[in-house]
């Protein structure tokens, strides 16, 4: 029988819980922080990656230092972030357009693509130098960037 990874519930910073309250649930936002020490420190790239991969930051971060070192590339560099989704089996997939050409937000993708996005979990580029977590539909960060342009995005 394969064990299954339980992640426990843990008590929210202070600092955590303001910036929940400053961010609601939406329909296309859900308020995470995969970083288990309840930091929030520009550490996006493990954040995403940990909640799409559905493991720990540390684990991420273990992993992607490891890349780097193979690599030679920054850990949380674009190349080594290719490397390493690619090795987690992810795909990635050309920056989404609008009928015209124009760029799109991350809201107009996720209420356009609601049904195909069920069930599926993305590593998106969101907006310039940031990255975030789709899950189900919503993204999955410590803060709403559903406003940004969406830039390319991995699939597994």
């Known amino acids: 029988m394969a064990k299954t990874k339980v992640k426990k519930e843990r008590v929210l910073t202070k600092t955590e819980e303001k910036r929940k309250a400053h961010y609601p649930e939406t329909s296309t936002f859900h308020w995470y922080n995969a970083n288990q020490k309840g930091k929030l ?10 909640t799409v991969l ?6 991420v971060v273990r992993d992607m230092c490891e890349m780097s070192i193979k ?3 920054c850990i949380n560099g674009r190349k ?4 390493y989704l690619e090795s987690k089996g992810f795909v990635k997939q050309a920056q989404p357009r609008d009928y015209d050409n124009s760029k799109i937000t991350i809201k107009q993708f996720l209420l356009e693509n609601k049904t195909w996005l069920k069930g599926k979990k993305l590593f ?3 907006g310039s130098g940031h990255v975030a977590a789709i899950v189900d539909g919503k993204i999955w960060d410590t803060w709403d960037s559903t406003w ?7 699939i597994k």
């Open 41 to 50: 420190d520009g550490d996006c790239v493990f954040r995403a990656m940990a």
């Open 54 to 59: 559905d493991t720990t930051w540390e684990e």
């Open 71 to 73: 690599t030679g590339y």
């Open 80 to 83: 080594n972030i290719a490397k």
């Open 124 to 126: 998106v580029n969101a």
């Open 148 to 154: 940004t342009k969406i830039g390319n995005y991995w």
